[in-house]
């Protein structure tokens, strides 16, 4: 009977352990804003981009297509990790404007319009940076900062998990104070200013968030939360 019981108590931990390891690893790759699908299509669009483009190698260019039908395959069934949620809706726009440029890339590569496979091949290496930039961080200080906040915004404050939200509010700081002092990303220097003054006020957010999250102070703990994403959405607003 004693090895009966210690036999349920083992099967009964190992499944926790499990669960805990599948949920971790979940919130991991959520947290994760590579897609690999579009990335390596990049394999493909250099060479059309960088020899056969400018060189009008329209054979070269004809070359590709079963890479490039095979590639934007991949990239149209991609489901955006949670970090991206908030930018699936462009992503969408890009991906279908991309399904176009790829069906005008198929049907110039089937004639005999050198024009018609250049453009086709300008429009493919447009759609696809086009993509890039969506989905891109726009630097790695805020990237690492926003890894902190979806685990805030998206777990632990709607669960009321508020030991794990005050850990992360810790953790949030001290990646506010870094976000702080590091340059400012080349993407926003056309708006160095602006920039500035959102990374201030986010870093004042969350420091406002931390301190209570450290004294337990609860009760406008859930209106904190939102103050520090709504000046994130601001920040991220300028790129």
Known sequence: MKNYFLFVFLFAALSFNSVGFAQEQKQ????NSDVPELFSFHNVIYPIWHTAFPN??????KG???????????????????????KEGKWKEGVEKLRTTVEKYNKAA??????EMLDAAEALHADYEMLVRIIRPMSKEIDNYHQTLYMIY????????????????????????ILKTADVPRKA???KDEYINAVNNLFEATGILKLAAENNKLENI???????HTKYQSL???F
């Open 28 to 31: 991991i790759s959520e947290t």
């Open 56 to 61: 009008k190698d329209i054979e070269m260019l």
């Open 64 to 86: 590709y297509v079963d890479e490039v039908n095979s590639g934007a395959q991949k990239i149209f069934g991609v489901e955006l990790p949670g970090i991206l949620r908030d």
């Open 110 to 115: 089937e004639g005999d319009n050198d024009k």
């Open 154 to 177: 998206h777990y632990y404050y709607p669960e009321k998990d508020y030991e794990k939200l005050k850990e992360a509010s810790l953790e949030l700081f001290a990646k506010a104070e």
């Open 189 to 191: 220097t056309n708006k």
């Open 222 to 228: 859930d209106d904190l939360v939102e103050a520090v």
């Open 236 to 238: 991220e607003h300028i």
